[in-house]
């Protein structure tokens, strides 16, 4: 599973005309799931999204406060295209992790989330929709994670395509 976390002042998503969601600061996050994500994914995410320190401490100290601690909120949009390779100079999206079982995942993860969190503060798009995200980043600072397993088998079949 990936996230690729973007520090916002601001961010909303729409589908055609229509707000789904809105937040002020915080996270935009787009999720990627493999096709062998599991639970164990989704708490690994689920608990960086939570902990990582990617705000000032108000004495102009970087890095060392969390959007809890903030009390912040986090904007999430499922992104299969996150698992892309490319074929020449055409993507294919073979790794990420297809239909219901992707969306089960992806609202697991946004249960989980609130659960450790705050409902509330937790917001996200329409699974499967053609969305546009509006995005206003804050710093610029946008950061990557990984969950372990997921990695691992990305890995393995790099090597096993290679030999």
Known sequence: MKALIQRVTSAKVTVGDELISSIGRGFCVLIGLSHDDTIKDVEYIAKKLL??????DGN????????????????????????????????DFHL????????????????????QYSEEKIKDGVFGAMM???IQNDGPVTIEIES????????????????
């Open 51 to 56: 902990s990582i320190r990617l705000f000032d």
């Open 60 to 91: 102009g100290k970087r890095w060392q406060r969390n959007v809890k601690e903030e009390n912040l909120e986090l904007l999430c949009v499922s992104q299969f295209t996150l698992y892309n390779r490319l074929k020449g100079n055409k993507p």
């Open 96 to 115: 990420a992790m297809q239909g219901p079982d992707a969306s089960n995942l992806y609202n697991t993860l946004l249960k989980k989330l609130g659960e």
């Open 132 to 134: 546009q995200v509006h």
């Open 148 to 163: 372990p397993r997921s990695a691992k088998s990305v890995s393995e079949e790099v090597v096993a395509n290679v030999s």
